[in-house]
């Protein structure tokens, strides 16, 4: 069956400067990955999807991109701010339909 | 008002009683999903419709059932709880987006309990 990892350990950075956050994935040919963020308490939200056929996307501060040879995600926030402290979840589907999703990898930005 | 609303918000129950978690959203979508997500384990398909007539299983559909009353309204039964269903739920609907995906929108989640 598929297999989604993402960094298991918690992610520490200072502000102002760049978080990368990666999602590795077995066993699986996924033609489309999401991006959530989710905070304590809360459920998932939306930030960005990636295409099989698209290397890059980007949104304001974020940037994924998507490496379907090395079946690997990575996840960029520029300029990080405390704000941006939450967990980040990727998400894969082969038909857009269903979405599997990572373990997700915790993000902290120390002021 | 929140889009997708899940109540009960927090449940402790005692195994082998039934218990039944709702969810309601008025983004008038017809794909709605249920969600169990696990320290560890990440957030995993029970089940799915697509629409009020459609329901089908999702990863981990033993010892679950559903019921979509409407296209507003799907809701989440355990017939008979046992301890390794603690955990927390989550209800999300789903629409096409302008990318011709389709983004998924969750509820606050449920946090279950079974002792």
Known sequence: SQKIEQNSEALNIQEGKTATLTCNYT???????QWYRQ????????LLLIRENEKEKR?????????????QSLFH??????????????????????????TGTSLTVIP | DADV?????????????RIMLECSQTKGHDRMYWYRQDPGLGL?????????????????????SVSRQA????????????????????????DLSDSGVYEQYFGPGTRLTVT
């Open chain 2, 44 to 64: 995993r398909l029970i089940y799915y419709s697509f629409d009020v007539k459609d329901i089908n299983k999702g990863e981990i559909s033993d010892g679950y």
């Open chain 2, 71 to 94: 296209q507003a309204k799907f809701s989440l039964s355990l017939e008979s709880a046992i301890p390794n269903q603690t955990a927390l739920y989550f209800c999300a609907t789903s």
């Open chain 1, 59 to 71: 949104k304001e501060r974020l940037k994924v991109t998507f490496d379907t040879t090395l079946k």
């Open chain 2, 5 to 17: 609303t899940q109540t009960p918000r927090n449940r402790i129950t005692k195994t082998g009683k």
């Open chain 1, 39 to 46: 905070d304590p308490g809360r459920g998932p939200v939306f």
């Open chain 1, 27 to 33: 066993n699986y040919s996924p033609a489309y990955l």
């Open chain 1, 77 to 102: 926030i520029t300029a990080s701010q405390p704000a941006d402290s939450a967990t980040y979840l990727c998400a894969l589907s082969t038909t857009g339909n269903q979405f599997y999703f990572g």
